[in-house]
């Protein structure tokens, strides 16, 4: 089946520790994003890619970074820089044509000890 | 920039009824796509329906039906029939509609939607 596959599902990290979250999709999509979910808000932009080996910040990117060397994945490493990390992460991906529709992987929960 | 406004964070509907969601948008493109996308507990986002905005004719996909409203900038989601499975977050979001562009999404904060037996 198709799909966009996000692990872990829960993950736990200490204070000054990077993490790195995975995500994968085989339904050769060109564009890839990261959002970020804290209670009460809607998806914020974290990074998001068009093509392989490239991408762009969104609006939240400080204390994140990306890499995109393949077309399947965006794996998103949360740095100890990033001050306050504990929040739901979902990685989604779109074909690349104008109004394609964004498909969202299952999310990762995040949270910081 | 473009905004997204859900100015009703809760929303309660008894089971078999119809309940109907607002969203107001701030553009100022011409041409745009929207969507609603629904969130339930298990916190998968899915898409529950899209429209774009050069076509007059609102969208639906089963019980769901939206009332674009374009020179409202008003899209609003109708629910009918509800089910005890449509109790979720309800996100409406904008995209710009430029070829080969970011597709990146604007989210409003979303509406929470409770179904009651």
């Known amino acids: 089946d198709g799909g966009i596959t996000q692990s872990p599902k829960y993950l736990f990290r200490k204070e000054g520790q990077n993490v790195t979250l995975s995500c994968e999709q085989n339904l050769n999509h060109d564009a890839m994003y990261w959002y970020r979910q804290d209670p009460g808000q809607g998806l914020r932009l974290i990074y998001y890619?068009?093509?392989?080996?490239?991408?762009q910040k969104g609006d939240i990117a400080e204390g994140y970074s990306v890499s995109r060397e393949k077309k399947e994945s965006f794996p998103l490493t949360v740095t100890s820089a990033q001050k306050n990390p504990t929040a739901f992460y979902l990685c989604?991906?779109?074909?690349?044509?104008?109004?394609?529709?964004?498909?969202f992987g299952p999310g990762t929960r995040l949270t910081v000890l | 920039a473009q905004t997204v406004t859900q100015s009703q964070p809760e929303m309660s509907v008894q089971e078999a009824e119809t309940v109907t969601l607002s969203c107001t948008y701030d553009t100022s493109e011409n041409n745009y796509y929207l969507f609603w996308y629904k969130q339930p507990p298990s916190r998968q986002m899915i898409l529950v329906i899209r429209?774009?905005?050069?076509?007059?004719q609102n969208a639906t996909e089963n019980r769901f039906s939206v009332n674009f409203q374009k020179a409202a900038k008003s899209f609003s989601l109708k629910i009918s029939d509800s089910q005890l499975g449509d109790t979720a977050m309800y996100f409406c979001a904008f995209m710009k509609p430029v070829s080969g562009s970011q597709g990146n999404l604007i989210f409003g904060k979303g509406t929470k939607l409770s179904v009651k037996p």
């Open positions: 890619s068009q093509i392989v080996n490239d991408f």
């Open positions: 429209q774009e905005a050069y076509k007059q």
């Open positions: 989604a991906s779109r074909r690349g044509s104008a109004g394609d529709t964004q498909y």
